[in-house]
């Protein structure tokens, strides 16, 4: 019953990017995870298909990929998002192996932000990183 819960409450996130007046998300993927095997084959394909899919369909949807080529850069210390509420200010969500912590000091903030600035500009642009999801999305075969 539990897996069912986590997947119900997964779908109706995911049900958020497409509604009438959706938020902004942007996601920056390392190109490793595009060749992580989890699930098998036929998940990964799908699964990349669908990003794909909702990256092209969804305007206020991006995806980039930082290539592996790219080498060490600054977002492999691990994930975390930041939040725009509207009309107020940004707090940070940083996430680890054991823990995850909201920051909300405005310099650290700012620290996050100037991080996010750089893993961006060593990622694809929107368009070259749908055609790699989709190259990746039909290798798994």
Not at 34 to 46: C, D, S
Request: charged content about 25%; glycine content about 6%.
């Amino acid at each position: 019953m539990w897996v069912e819960e986590q997947v119900a409450t997964r779908l109706a996130r995911q049900e958020i990017l497409t509604r009438p007046d959706p938020p902004m998300f942007t996601a920056v993927l390392d190109e490793r995870v595009l060749h992580q095997p989890v699930g098998g084959a036929e998940v990964m394909r799908e699964q990349l298909r669908h990003i794909a899919t909702l990256c092209a369909e969804q305007p206020r949807t991006r995806f980039q990929v930082v290539p592996t080529s790219v080498g060490a850069y600054a977002g492999l210390n691990g994930p975390f998002v930041i939040v725009t509420h509207p009309g107020g200010d940004d707090v940070a969500y940083l996430d680890d192996q054991l823990d995850g912590r909201f920051v909300a000091r405005v310099g650290d903030v700012k620290t996050v932000q100037q991080l996010w600035d750089s893993v961006r500009a060593e990622a694809l642009s929107h368009q070259q990183s749908i055609e790699m999801i989709r190259k990746v999305a039909e290798s798994w075969t």
